[in-house]
Every structure is written in C-alpha cells, then in structure tokens.
Nanobody, 131 residues
Framework: QVQLVESGGGSVQAGGSLRLSCAAS????????MAWFRQAPGKEREGVAA???????AIADSVMGRFTISRDNAKATLYLAMNSLKPEDSAMYYC?????????????????????????WGQGTQVTVSS
C-alpha cells in the first residue's frame, strides 16, 4: 500500500507563494494517479489539481493560472506550486492517489478529479493566507 506524506504548508500573505510536496512510499509511482484536494473549515473537500500517469494535468477553475501541479516519478514526489495566493485559498491541503485503472480493452486511465475516486490519502498540510 502506497503511503503519502505532505509537506510545504505554512502561513503567507496574500499574493505570496508556496510549494507543497507529497512524498509517496513504495516503487509504484509510475502506476498511480495523483491529485491535490483541499478542505476549508465548514466546507466540503474539493479537488484542486490532478496529474495522471501520462503527464496530463487537470486544474480546478478556482486556481487556474495560479497553481501548477507536477510530479517527479524518480523522486516519487508530487508537487503543487501555488502563486498569487488569496485568503480563500486557506485550507488543509491533501495529497491523494489511486492505482491506475484499465478499460475493458486494456487501456490504462486515471479518474477525474473527484474525491470518491481516490482511495489513498495523506495526513494533510495546512495553508493559511492572510489579507
């Protein structure tokens, strides 16, 4: 079972930047789909960005143009570069993963950026943006 450990969270002023990291244990990095989610107090967990096994990425509209997701399989690490941070970006950020899936024809694919589709979660790292 893959384990995920996030780091890089902290407190910044609006307009600042942070880079989150998610270290994955094991040697299955190339076969797992990965994503970042976040949850603010009193709100549901929402998808922020996803990175599939082919190098394709998906970014939520709320962070488009400000956040960038990337992964380094050799280092078994997923990243989230966050720029132009806003107070509404304040939340607990979670790294998530799920093994790649196969279609009936044997093609690999990754799920969309939906919480129920991911079954491996990190403990989270807090991001606080002050105005």
């Amino acid at each position: 079972q893959v384990q995920l450990v996030e780091s890089g969270g902290g407190s910044v002023q609006a307009g600042g930047s942070l880079r989150l990291s998610c270290a994955a244990s094991g040697d299955t990095m190339g076969r797992i789909c990965m994503a970042w989610f976040r949850q603010a107090p009193g709100k549901e967990r929402e998808g922020v960005a996803a990175h599939d096994i082919f190098g394709n990425t998906a970014i939520a509209d709320s962070v488009m143009g400000r956040f960038t997701i990337s992964r380094d399989n050799a280092k078994a690490t997923l990243y989230l570069a966050m720029n132009s941070l806003k107070p509404e970006d304040s939340a607990m950020y979670y790294c998530a993963a799920v093994p790649r899936r196969a279609t009936a024809y044997g093609a690999w694919y990754c799920p969309q950026l939906r919480e129920p589709d991911y079954n491996i979660w990190g403990q989270g790292t807090q991001v606080t943006v002050s105005s």
